[in-house]
């Protein structure tokens, strides 16, 4: 089996695969200051209660943006699966160019979408990420990662509101009844979650002029089925795209 593992800033997603079929996924916060027996200890749970073999993993590929998790985790891989984990960074084999200026600037995360995105749905497309930070990455139809837009995610963007406007409360994100809100409550969330939204639509309309209008745009993230039940600006949602990204990195560089 492989274990795949995507590690946000918020959130870490844990995937099983044997061979292409996805056995198992879990979403799971992010804790900075995991140990590599902690980690090991939760995912051993995860198996457990899914009644897969802990043992029976045998490889490991791991994209992180988070540095301080990346030693842990593969001191985690390298003591209880006895194998030396597969690593996105500098040097893996993507088969796509990356016209970033500066190649080793761009996160693995967003890499391994583009490639899951242009292998699931061709090009020109463009990745919708919502996570900590939103992240719009742009695919020509020769298969090449041009770059993109980084934006606060809308979580931050809550919470910000709750920091620095003293009267305000902390509020959930989710969609309200209507855009004009009756109350404060209401008009953060008509705010926040519509706000967002026209953002969001905002920048994938200029990317589609630079690109093309026939540009295929994907949607994944956590955040990433609330916002855009209300969107014609997305033409798939796939949650999963990240971990099928890491699948297809780890077949390409056996």
């Known amino acids: ?56 993993v045998s490889a490991v590929i791991i994209s992180s943006v988070v540095p301080p998790l990346q030693g842990p985790l593969e001191e985690m891989v390298r003591q209880y699966f006895g194998v030396e984990p597969m690593v996105v960074g500098p040097g893996i084999k993507t088969g796509m160019p990356i016209l970033y200026e500066s190649p080793r600037d761009v996160g693995a995360d967003r890499i391994v979408n583009a490639v899951a995105a242009f292998e699931a749905y061709g090009g020109p497309c463009i990745v919708v990420d919502f996570g900590t930070a939103t992240t719009f990455d742009a695919i020509s139809a020769r298969g090449e990662y041009i770059g993109g837009a980084i934006c606060p995610g809308i979580g931050i963007s809550a919470e910000a509101l709750f920091q620095h406007a003293a009267k305000l409360p902390r509020v959930d994100v989710t969609q309200p009844k209507a855009i004009i809100g009756k109350n404060t409550v209401g008009s953060m969330q008509a705010g926040l979650f519509y706000g967002y939204l026209s953002l969001v639509e905002g920048v994938v309309a200029r990317m589609r002029v630079e690109l093309g209008d ?39 560089n056996q």
């Open 214 to 252: 026939r540009a295929t745009v994907i949607a994944t993230g956590g955040l990433a089925q609330l916002l855009l039940a209300e969107s014609t600006a997305v033409d798939r949602v796939d949650p999963l795209l990240t971990l099928t990204g890491l699948r297809i990195l780890f077949e390409r």
């Open 1 to 56: 089996m492989l274990l795949a593992l995507d590690v946000g800033n918020t959130n870490t997603v844990v995937g099983v695969f044997e061979g292409q079929t996805l056995l198992r996924h879990w979403r799971l916060s992010t804790r900075r200051e995991g140990t590599r027996d902690e980690y090991a200890m939760l995912i051993k749970g995860l198996f457990d209660f899914a009644g897969l073999d802990f043992q029976g």
